[in-house]
């Protein structure tokens, strides 16, 4: 496992070291993730911190008349350090991860972990990777679809290089069952990047020249186009095993068990 601190600068880590123990006082966190551009390999020095959560809710809160999940956003920048918060609770993240929903699979599966119960998370690895399924294909395609969209409406390294990491990652995912975020590992899905990685690392907003975006807009639709032709060779079932959703609901029923 990367240590995931050692990705952030010593200022950055200052930031958000009390900030998050703050969080985690709030709410029982099963992992606190590093997401967005420290995972998928290109941060610039104005990148924000994007923290991706899941956390337990008490029990008790889930099955009064009003029931709550307790989820929680929120951004704040602090001595110039942008930290944006998300945190959803365990239920609706295993829920999600059925679903193919690469936004919980990437917490649960991903490497860039700032915090949360480690013998927790062990357990929801585990779950998470028996629960892949071509569902992935979905969510990744659309996601990058979307990316694509606003690449259109304003063209910058950044976006370009979100569909490229976004496409990649599903790829990687249908071909080899394995969550994969950092374009430096992802040589087998993605084009040379050295070009845009070198203009992004200028800055969070570095646009592109109009020549450039050209060239690069087939290579993007290409990269999505991918996607399908990975689903037919996919070495992940169609559906989540039963019994890995019985494991899921068995292991969920125990921590309700156990936080109330």
């Not at 123990?21 to 420290?38: D, N, P, Q, T």
Request: glycine share 6%; charged share 25%; aromatic share 6%.
């Amino acid at each position: 496992m990367i240590d995931a601190w050692q990705v952030l600068s010593p200022h950055q880590r200052a930031v958000a070291r009390p900030w998050l123990a703050a969080r985690e006082a709030e709410r029982a966190h099963v992992v606190i993730y590093l997401s967005g551009a420290h995972a998928y390999g290109f941060p610039s020095p104005d990148s924000d911190l994007d923290l991706k959560c899941v956390h337990v809710a008490p029990t008790r809160d889930l099955v009064g008349l009003e029931p709550s999940e307790g989820g929680s956003e929120r951004t704040e920048v602090i001595d110039g350090v942008e930290l944006d918060y998300t945190s959803n609770e365990l239920g609706l993240a295993l829920r999600g991860a059925i679903r193919g929903n690469g936004n919980f699979l990437e917490r649960f599966l991903g490497e860039l972990v700032l915090g949360g119960d480690v013998e927790m998370l062990e357990r929801a690895r585990a779950i998470a990777q028996q629960l892949l399924s071509r569902r992935v294909a979905h969510h990744y395609r659309g996601f990058a679809k979307s990316q694509l969209r606003a690449f259109d409406s304003s063209p910058t390294a950044k976006r370009a290089l979100y569909v490229i990491r976004t496409a990649a990652t599903g790829r990687c995912l249908l071909a080899r069952g394995e969550m994969i975020t950092d374009v430096a590992r992802l040589a087998d899905f993605v084009p040379d990047l050295a070009e845009l990685l070198a203009i992004k690392r200028t800055g969070e907003r570095s646009p592109l020249a109009p020549e450039l975006a050209a060239s690069w807009r087939q290579q993007l639709a290409d990269a999505i186009e991918a996607i399908d032709s990975g689903y037919a060779s996919s070495v992940l079932p169609d559906e989540p095993p039963a019994e890995a959703l019985a494991a899921a609901d068995a292991w969920l029923r125990e921590v309700r068990h156990a936080h109330w």
